[in-house]
């Protein structure tokens, strides 16, 4: 699909939808995306610990437990808000470095992985 067909899709069906039309392999390709663009603060199992992790100002979110904190249901569509940066991550932050540039079906590849990794 392409790119600004995902995102009006984005804006007016929801995160879900979009993500159930392309969810083959999307969690895999996620996966490949989370190492190269979070891996570094969020760290290689998504517990927020990151080798750069020290160095920031707001500790990166253990990514294992999205769902457990919002009461046992994973909001893609607010963790999909925090990768593009429309969403607070933090007091009055948002998240610094890639989300900017990512690419919406990368995000969106990213969520469904993070779906994955959810603690129960």
Excluded: W
Excluded at 18 to 47: L, V
Excluded at 58 to 87: S, Y
């Amino acid at each position: 699909m392409h790119r600004i067909a995902l995102l009006a899709a984005a804006l007016i069906t929801g995160v879900p939808a979009i993500q159930a039309a392309d969810a083959g392999g999307a969690a895999e390709r996620g996966m490949q995306h989370y190492r190269i663009f979070c891996a570094n603060c969020h760290g290689a199992q998504a517990g927020g610990n990151g080798p750069t992790a020290k160095l920031l100002k707001i500790a990166p979110t253990d990514l294992t437990v999205i769902a457990k904190m919002n009461g046992g249901q994973f909001d893609a569509e607010k963790v999909f808000r925090a990768l593009d940066r429309r969403h607070l991550v933090g007091a009055d932050a948002r998240m610094p470095v890639f989300s900017e540039n990512l690419e919406i079906r990368t995000a969106l590849d990213i969520v469904e992985f993070l779906k994955t990794i959810q603690q129960q």
